[in-house]
C-alpha cells in the first residue's frame, strides 16, 4: 500500500490513467502480420559438432573407488 498524500491524489490518478490509455492503444495495434520472436537481435546460437570427443573410462575413473560391480559405484546405504 502507498502512502499517498491527499493533495497528490490527483497527479497519480492523471499519470496512472495516461498509462492505461497508452496500454489500450498498444492493443489496438494490428500484429497480425508480426512473427514473435524470442530475441530483439537477429543472432544465431555457435553450437558445436555434436560428437563424442573422450572415450569411454569408466574402468579407469573406477580404479579410485572404494568399491564397484559391474561397472556401477558401490555407496553406503542412507535411507531405511
Not at 8 to 22: A, N, R, S, W
Not at 53 to 74: C, K
Request: aromatic fraction near 4%.
Amino acid at each position: 500500500m502507498l502512502d499517498v498524500a491527499e493533495a497528490d491524489v490527483p497527479d497519480y490518478q492523471d499519470k496512472l490513467g495516461k498509462i492505461i490509455e497508452f496500454i489500450d492503444e498498444l492493443g489496438q495495434a494490428n500484429t497480425n502480420e508480426i512473427v514473435p520472436m524470442a530475441h530483439p537481435l537477429a543472432m544465431s546460437q555457435r553450437l558445436r559438432p555434436d560428437v563424442v570427443t573422450d572415450g569411454d573410462e569408466r574402468d579407469h575413473f573406477q580404479q579410485n573407488s572404494e568399491a564397484t560391480a559391474g561397472g556401477l559405484y558401490i555407496v553406503p546405504k542412507v535411507i531405511e
